[in-house]
Nanobody, 117 residues
Framework: QVQLVESGGGSVQAGGSLRLTCSAS????????MAWYRQAPGKQREMVAG???????HYKESVEGRFTISRDAAKNTVSLQMSSLKFEDTAIYYC???????????WGQGTQVTVSS
């Protein structure tokens, strides 16, 4: 069983920054892709950013230019650097791993990000 553990969530004022990190119990390059999702209260879970095994990046349009997904092979982690945070970025953020494709087969427990306006 794969374990994904997120860290780095918290509370920040609008315009601030946070960095989320996902630690995986299996080599992140074993997966077709890794991604960050989020779920705000009363809304569906949505993909925010993804990185394929080959390094192709994908971003939700509303975070393009503000969020950056990256990975560290030595630490076996995937990170999400979030800048210029907005109130509407408030959500629980989840790390996800895909073996075969969508939807992800593995999920972390989530970390809360709260942005105050």
């Amino acid at each position: 069983q794969v374990q994904l553990v997120e860290s780095g969530g918290g509370s920040v004022q609008a315009g601030g920054s946070l960095r989320l990190t996902c630690s995986a119990s299996r080599n992140i390059f074993d997966f077709t892709a890794m991604a960050w999702y989020r779920q705000a209260p009363g809304k569906q879970r949505e993909m925010v950013a993804g990185i394929s095994k080959g390094g192709t990046l994908h971003y939700k349009e509303s975070v393009e230019g503000r969020f950056t997904i990256s990975r560290d092979a030595a630490k076996n982690t995937v990170s999400l650097q979030m800048s210029s945070l907005k109130f509407e970025d408030t959500a629980i953020y989840y790390c996800a791993a895909m073996e075969e494709g969508f939807p992800p087969e593995y999920w972390g427990q989530g970390t809360q990000v709260t942005v105050s306006s």
